[in-house]
Structure formats: structure tokens, C-alpha cells
């Protein structure tokens, strides 16, 4: 495992998912007690001025210039707020990830489990998060741990955003959305790809389809044309029992990072 989340917190990418989760959780308060599972979570908290994120310089063309922005739709309004609380002195140097974002959201019963299975990046995240009611953390496999923890019944939010090394996380995302949500019907899961060639996305999205019968919707942030495989093109996002509203919201959201961030970028959104 090579994937090291550092040079890549606070991108466009980041910027996009986080923005979406915020909508979702907000969306889902208030339906009984909530199970979060992140199958894969990172460390939770980025440093913006670590050599990783300067090396990359992907923080300083997303969460930097979303912060400066003065036409970014009230979409990115929580996901703001949670940059500015992280850095009073307005310099945006520390980056939330989707554990610190999911944690500061429980509401009094709820519950998280946030799985990571590079073991200093699950030290780090562990650190952050002892002590924090209804949360645990897993130095696990993130695809096992949902299968093995997810309830039979309730409300629950499926959190999977893979680094995409290995082959079989697309056809891993299908199996584990496949047993769980015939398990659950009411299993409400986001799912974050990369955008690269259409074939390989066109490709997970049929298996999905044909194993999951739950209406699916689709939320593609190109940042460029399709017209280089090798290159991060963008990246989409696949929401599983979206709630009433969302197409609107991601609409927004990625719509705004494909034309404001992107070099002619445009944004799909869609239901299958
Ligand atoms: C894209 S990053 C996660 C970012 C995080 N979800 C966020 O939004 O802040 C992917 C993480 O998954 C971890 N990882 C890789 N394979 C894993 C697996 N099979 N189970 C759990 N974590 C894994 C990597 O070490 C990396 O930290």
C-alpha cells in the first residue's frame, strides 16, 4: 500500500465527497440513531503546510480556493465552517478529513466505526479520536469490517473511499453493497471513484446495476475532457438511498468544482 492521503487533502476531489457527506448526514439527523462505518478512513486531520501538501500543491488549487471564493454555493457552507473552526487565523492549514467531519456531526446516540489499514495513519486517527463518545476506530480491512459490523436494521451510512491501488476495489465496492443491502433495503451508502477512462467507470456502474436493485444516483465532477486515461480526469460519486433533494445538491457542488476549479470541466449528475 502506497497511498498516502497527505499530498492529496483538501483537493478538489476532498472538496466534492466531504461536501456531500456533510449533506447527507445533515439530511439523515433526526431518523433514530445513526451508524456511520467509513470503510476506509485515513488519518482524519491534514496538515496543509506538511511537505506532502506542499509537494502536491492539490490543497492549494481545492480547499484554498473554495475558502477565498465568494461565489460558492451555500452546499459548501458546512464543509467551510469546518475549515474555518480548524484555523482561526484564516491561513488554511489544517484540512479535515471524513473522520473529523463524521465525528463532529453524531448527535447524542449515534455511533461511528472509521476502518484504516495502514498502521500509522490508524495511529494518528486513533489518537484523534479517543475519548470522542459513539466513535471507534479499526486497524482493519474496511470492506471485511462493514460486512462483519453493519446492523440488520436502522439507519445506517456507508462510507467507502478507496485508494483505488488494487483491481478488486471496484468489484469489492459491488460485492459488499450487494450482501449488505440485501441485508438492509434501507442502507443509504456514498461512494467515491476516480474519473479516469469512461470504460472502467461505465464498467463498475453495470455491475452494479446488475447486483444492487436499489435506484442508484450518479454524480460525475469532470474537471477536464475524458481525453486522457493515465490522468485523474475527475472523479464521481455513487449514492445508494439518496435522500430527497440530493440531485439538487450535488448539482451545485460539483457543478461549481468542475467550472470554477476545473480547466473545462462540467458536471453530470444522474439516476440510474
Ligand atoms: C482516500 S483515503 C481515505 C480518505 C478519507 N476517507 C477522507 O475522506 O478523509 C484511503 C485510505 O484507505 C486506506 N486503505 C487502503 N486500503 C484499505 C483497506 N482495505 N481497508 C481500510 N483502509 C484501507 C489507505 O491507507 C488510505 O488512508
Not at 439507519?155 to 473511499?161: C, G
Not at 465532477?221 to 439538487?248: E, I, Q, W, Y
Request: proline share 6%; glycine share 8%; net charge negative.
Amino acid at each position: 500500500m502506497n497511498y498516502r492521503h497527505a499530498f492529496h487533502a483538501g483537493n478538489f476531489a476532498d472538496l466534492v465527497k466531504h461536501a456531500a457527506l456533510l449533506r447527507l448526514l445533515a439530511a439523515m439527523a433526526g431518523d433514530g440513531s445513526l451508524r456511520v462505518i467509513d470503510t476506509h478512513a485515513g488519518r482524519g486531520l491534514y496538515d496543509l503546510a506538511g511537505p506532502e501538501a506542499m509537494k502536491s500543491g492539490e490543497a492549494q488549487a481545492g480547499i484554498v480556493r473554495l475558502m477565498a471564493a465568494s461565489d460558492a454555493p451555500s452546499q459548501f457552507q458546512a464543509l467551510t465552517a469546518a475549515v474555518l473552526a480548524l484555523n482561526r487565523d484564516r491561513a488554511v492549514r489544517r484540512y479535515p478529513g471524513s473522520p473529523w467531519l463524521i465525528a463532529e456531526a453524531l448527535r447524542a446516540g449515534d455511533t461511528y466505526l472509521a476502518c484504516e489499514l495502514r498502521a500509522e495513519e490508524h495511529r494518528a486517527l486513533h489518537d484523534l479520536m479517543t475519548g470522542r463518545p459513539g466513535v471507534r476506530t479499526l486497524f482493519a480491512d474496511g470492506f471485511d469490517a462493514a460486512l462483519a459490523e453493519a446492523p440488520r436494521s436502522g439507519p445506517t451510512l456507508l462510507l467507502i473511499d478507496p485508494p483505488f491501488e488494487r483491481p478488486d476495489d471496484y468489484p469489492r465496492i459491488v460485492q459488499v453493497l450487494a450482501r449488505l443491502q440485501r441485508r438492509e433495503r434501507a442502507l443509504s451508502a456514498l461512494v467515491w471513484l476516480p474519473l479516469k477512462d469512461l470504460e472502467t467507470f461505465d464498467g463498475f456502474l453495470r455491475d452494479l446495476e446488475d447486483e444492487v436493485p436499489s435506484p442508484l444516483l450518479i454524480a460525475e465532477t469532470r474537471m477536464r475532457p475524458l481525453t486522457d486515461p493515465l490522468k485523474m480526469n475527475g472523479c464521481a460519486l455513487v449514492l445508494l438511498g439518496a435522500p430527497h433533494g440530493m440531485a439538487h445538491d450535488l448539482r451545485a457542488i460539483c457543478g461549481w468544482t468542475a467550472e470554477t476549479l476545473g480547466d473545462g470541466g462540467e458536471a453530470r449528475v444522474y439516476g440510474l
